[in-house]
């Protein structure tokens, strides 16, 4: 019977795998799931202990190519976080009758976050752009695993831990199988995520005087340009459909933005990520190529540029069958400018603290800005020049 490891990313790979299912999924004290063993069924068999991989990590990957490209199509590239490098890729899979497993908002469940499975072209912009949340990989695994044994073809998306528990779970190699992970800052909690949506939903609806709901949300709304991007949200009457709100916020004045982006509620295995450097065996990385604008010169920066690593040489095959204009870029200036890629962030020091008001009652935007005071004038010229120094120090 496995021993939960503090590193516990909440693949679900161990409750996947039980042939007695004695292993459950449970939403801990800071709103995460993990798993939760009834050892009165248990019969010893230590598959859970083998697909996890927390405890089974694997090597770190030496990936030599490190291609920057984006996608022509203006309505694809809006509605991706980056380059729309993924829906190019998925569409491939899809025309060639595949199966695509990725992360999409549960509209009839507050919006919280889960992996589904889609085989139609129209249901692509789902599992399109970024979720700052973690998501539920639910059965996924089991699906994925009898669409490989009935020789189809998988596409499975996900953060670097779901991808390393998938390929555990599985336990063999498929030559159907593509596999497509992220580079991960690391995943905040989901009930503070959508205790955070609920909150939203309260205070527009005293704003407006109408009771409303939030029917579609973006973490990455490129309205004001990639570089610039922000949260956006449309809100609807429930009374009225005809009543609707829009609400765009940039993402250093959105609340929930803002503790993401500073570390307050991530999981805790994040800040000990066990699948850091490139060692989840994924085909294909993909993430934003920041920065690139100081090195190539292109007049549609403002879109998103891709930056996709392959590690395999059915990723590499993927991405050179691309209609691509790829810019091979230097390792040490993606690395500089992608650091979640091989270290895991640090937690704030007011993580506890904010937790602990959580536990007391306190809604999430007042324990946020408890913990995350509005930085002073003085603060923001100061973090900027210590910036500048780390840079160039580096170089």
């Avoid at 249901?123 to 700052?132: E, N, R, V």
């Avoid at 549609?300 to 050179?320: M, R």
């Avoid at 809604?363 to 840079?391: E, G, H």
């Amino acid at each position: 019977m496995i021993k939960i490891p503090h590193t516990c990313t909440g693949c679900s790979a161990c409750i996947q795998i039980c042939p007695k299912n004695c292993i459950k999924p449970y939403v801990d004290s800071e709103g995460f799931m993990v798993p939760r063993i009834d050892a009165t069924e248990c019969i010893e068999c230590n598959l859970c202990e083998r697909v996890c991989p927390a405890i089974n990590i694997n090597p770190s990957s030496n990936p030599s190519e490190f291609l920057v490209g984006q996608n022509e199509s203006s309505e694809t590239i809006y509605k991706s976080s980056s380059g729309g490098i993924f829906a190019m890729i998925c569409e491939i899979v899809l025309k060639k009758g595949g199966i695509i497993y990725g992360a999409a908002l549960d509209h009839s469940q507050n919006l919280s976050v889960k992996h589904i499975r889609i085989n139609n072209i129209k249901d692509l912009h789902h599992i399109l752009g970024s979720k700052y949340t973690q998501s539920n990989t639910g059965d996924s695994f089991k699906y994925a695993k009898k669409d490989l044994s009935e020789g189809k073809m998988v596409l499975f998306s996900g953060t670097p831990c779901q991808i390393a528990g998938l390929k555990k779970f599985l336990r063999k190699e498929y030559n159907s199988l593509i596999t497509i992970d992220i580079i991960c800052h690391g995943v905040p909690s989901p009930d503070i995520f959508l205790k955070y949506v609920k909150e939203t939903e309260a205070n527009e609806s005293i704003n407006l005087g109408e009771a409303l709901k939030i029917t579609d949300f973006s973490f990455r709304d490129k309205k004001h340009g990639w570089n610039a991007f922000g949260v956006s949200l449309r809100l609807q009457s429930i009374k009225n459909p005809d009543i609707t709100k829009t609400i765009f916020r940039n993402r250093y004045d959105d609340l929930f933005m803002k503790g993401f982006l500073n570390n307050l509620f991530l999981r805790k295995s994040c800040h000990d990520c066990p699948v850091k450097n490139f060692s989840s065996s994924s085909d294909i990385t993909l993430a934003d190529a920041w920065r690139i604008e100081t090195v190539m010169y292109s007049p549609s920066f403002d879109k998103g540029y891709s930056l996709a690593i392959p590690h395999t040489k059915v990723g590499l095959n993927i991405l050179k069958s691309l209609n691509i204009k790829w810019h091979n870029v230097n390792r040490n200036f993606i690395l500089h400018n992608n650091p979640a890629a091989y270290q895991s962030v640090r937690p704030h020091r007011k993580r506890q603290q904010f937790f602990y008001m959580i536990s007391q009652g306190k809604s999430v935007s007042d324990a946020i800005s408890k913990c995350l005071p509005t930085p002073t004038l003085f603060s923001k010229i100061k973090w900027s020049i210590n910036q500048r120094l780390k840079y160039y120090v580096k170089k």
